[in-house]
């Protein structure tokens, strides 16, 4: 089994960065291996070979940053794609129950040190304060109850510009529609869901533009909303309306609705009971 998966592993790799320096993509397969019994640069690795390190810096140095993350990218795609084209060319009932989903969200990974790339003071939803660390903005695709990580940045705060969350995304979705263009998938057809704290009227046109028109956002109880002319905040309407029955696809009592957001513009509210976040925008 395992002798098969590296086989596929290694085939994916050379055919798609064919760098004419087979040597230089020997030490980087055997780097990425070597994560696997705890080597995590040259220097650990080659001292447990009892080899000189320089070798490896040596012939890793044709490979720029760029083409490392290139590589990467294009491996996940390939292995998201395999399960995407079986779904993908079925009914919309079938992509449901396979929950098939591209979900993008930010995590805030506190670090000491100072000389780390993109290490900022930020605010963390884990410790509920600002902390000092490195703010990782991903997208993952679910299908089938697997996750396979797709794209991963830093997202800066200094630089010629200042770059918001929001252009990344558009950056990384661009990349991977891109990719999985290239695989002969639309996945815009995908539905996705983001964050709420930098989703807006502009990123929604933006990501319309994209292709992307099934947008899914967990909304919070303080969000205000407007609904046949009312303006109440989402708690409020949650007290208000009359959860309906259980439905077909839904388990728990709901209620859907058109509604109206200075910051979301106009939306499908749907409230349901649970105890976790209950409106969904």
């Not at 044709?62 to 990467?72: A, N, P």
């Not at 079986?86 to 396979?98: C, F, N, Q």
């Not at 990782?136 to 797709?150: D, E, R, W």
């Amino acid at each position: 089994m395992w002798q098969q998966e590296f086989l596929w592993f290694f085939t994916i790799f050379h055919q798609e960065f064919r760098k004419n320096n087979p040597i230089a993509f020997e030490v980087l397969m055997v780097l990425a291996v070597a994560h696997l019994f705890g080597f995590y640069n040259p220097k650990q690795l080659a001292d447990f070979l009892d080899v000189p390190h320089q070798r490896f810096y040596t012939e890793l140095k044709e490979w720029s940053v760029y083409h490392v993350k290139k590589m990467l990218l294009r491996f996940m795609v390939k292995q998201a794609a395999e399960q995407l084209k079986p779904v993908m060319s079925k009914s919309a009932a079938t992509r449901s129950r396979a929950g098939l989903s591209l979900s993008s969200d930010n995590s805030v990974m506190d670090r000491f040190g100072k000389l780390l790339r993109c290490t900022y003071s930020w605010f963390s939803g884990r410790y509920h304060k600002v902390i000092r660390g490195q703010d990782l903005l991903g997208i993952v695709l679910t299908i089938n109850h697997l996750a396979f990580p797709l794209h991963l940045l830093f997202c800066p705060k200094q630089g010629r510009h200042h770059t918001r969350k929001a252009d990344l995304l558009i950056f990384m979705l661009k990349q991977l529609k891109a990719e999985f263009h290239r695989a002969g998938i639309d996945i815009t057809h995908i539905p996705l869901t983001l964050d709420s704290a930098y989703v807006s009227q502009e990123l929604r046109n933006r990501l319309h533009q994209v292709g992307f028109r099934k947008i899914i956002i967990a909304g919070k109880g303080n969000y205000v909303f407007t609904i046949d002319g009312q303006k109440w905040d989402a708690s409020t309407w949650k007290k208000v309306l009359m959860l309906e029955e259980p439905k077909w696809g839904i388990d728990v009592p709901s209620y859907r609705s058109w509604g109206y957001s200075p910051t979301f513009g106009s939306l499908i509210l749907f409230f349901f009971a649970k105890v976790r976040p209950e409106v969904f925008i």
